[in-house]
């Protein structure tokens, strides 16, 4: 489905082409966006409980959460490096953006800062354990290590992913905690992928 497509998408790739672009493109590779496209759409044709997931990212506290994450200084730098190194960052949010019907970056940051019959049984929990079954953490992992050190345009993304400001964000904002308690009320182990997520950052 386009939706699920871009979601996993927008981790690794945009539309230009620069080394930086290249080495998201390798990275994605090792991903397997298909499979995990294709489990998004099946628990979304199949699974009652995950249509909650989709009608919370149309919520309007997911639409504040979007807001305060582009309100950050720390994104914009992220957003305007990928930019700079010829990485189309702001076309790919703006196309997300788009099809969840949220403001576009950076005009958002002017704003106030401020079915189905069931066959799948794992609900949003269920989902989310099936998707990160497919993530290959280590491979990832190893490849983004190497090409921290082969490509200077990669190692000047990392080592503005500062893993720890992130988590203070998510930790100290009021919109991010909600979307939190909305994944744990859903039994998603959040601290598990969180973690997962940290330790392919980490360098």
Known sequence: MKFFSTLIALAFVALASAN???????LAKLVPGKEIAA????YLKHDREFLKLVLYFKSKDFKNLWVDVFAEEYV???VDYCEDHG???VESIN???DLLGLPHYPSLIK????????????????FF????????????????????????????????????????FMKTNKNAQKFVK??????????????HLKDLFKH
């Open 76 to 78: 914009h730098e992220l």
């Open 111 to 126: 704003m106030n800062l401020r079915m189905i019959e069931t066959r799948r049984t794992g609900g949003i929990a269920g």
């Open 182 to 195: 909305f994944l744990k009320d859903n039994k998603v182990d959040v601290n598990t992928y969180w973690n």
């Open 129 to 168: 354990k099936d998707v990160d079954a497919l993530v290959p953490y280590t491979e990832l992992k190893k490849a983004m290590d190497a090409k921290y050190v082969e490509s200077a345009d990669f190692k000047g993304f990392m080592d503005l992913v500062d893993v720890d400001r992130f988590d203070a």
């Open 95 to 97: 196309y997300l953006a």
């Open 20 to 26: 930086l672009q290249n080495d998201f493109e390798d």
């Open 39 to 42: 489990v998004a759409e099946d």
């Open 87 to 89: 990485v189309a960052a």
